[in-house]
């Protein structure tokens, strides 16, 4: 069955009232369940190191994207980094356009690899979004992709936890010292 943006948009936001995250990347609806604390207390690390480079950005957690070569795709990462305010008055499904960075955390389910590791650095490249930041938890790394190209992104870098992680465009560099310390499996 083929859905479009505009059958999608309802379905998304129906199932967010079941905490169930809805995408719809490449013409294909993924699903997630419920994050768990570890998820979220990554994410928390992420914001406070954020923060503690440039007060002038937010990293927002639930703000869903257009994506996709024309938009036909939605998106909501793990966190958008933007200036503070970026979003106000967008709408659920905002424009990418002025986004530094998205942030996804692995999950613990069969499709983390399609998901975070194919498709949404596909669809994010296609968008322009400058970096596509993923905290791998199944090979405790952090993956910086960068610098989109033809639908692409031409750089990628793989950071085990521990390592100094420079965020192109942002002056930030993450310590993720941290990660290794509380996250490691």
Request: glycine share 10%; net charge negative.
């Amino acid at each position: 069955m083929t859905v479009t943006v505009q059958q999608f948009e309802p379905i998304a936001l129906v199932a967010e009232h079941e905490d169930v995250k809805l995408e719809f990347v490449n013409g294909r609806i993924w699903a997630e369940g419920g994050t768990d604390g570890g998820h979220n207390s990554i994410l928390t690390w992420l914001f406070r190191q954020f923060m503690a480079h440039r007060t002038d950005l937010d990293l927002i957690q639930g703000q869903g994207l257009k994506i996709d070569t024309y938009r036909n795709g939605r998106a909501r990462p793990d966190g958008v980094l933007a200036p503070v305010g970026h979003f106000d008055g967008k709408g659920e499904w905002a424009d990418p356009k002025g986004v530094l960075a998205v942030i996804e955390v692995t999950s613990w389910d069969a499709d983390t690899h399609a998901r975070d590791r194919v498709e949404k650095p596909a669809a994010y490249a296609a968008t322009e979004i400058p970096v596509y930041l993923l905290v791998d938890r199944d090979m405790n790394s952090v993956v910086v992709h960068s610098r989109p190209e033809r639908g692409e992104y031409q750089d990628r870098s793989r950071h085990v936890y521990g390592d100094e992680v420079g965020i192109p465009g942002t002056g930030i560099t993450l310590d993720t010292d941290g990660l290794k310390k509380w996250f490691a499996r």
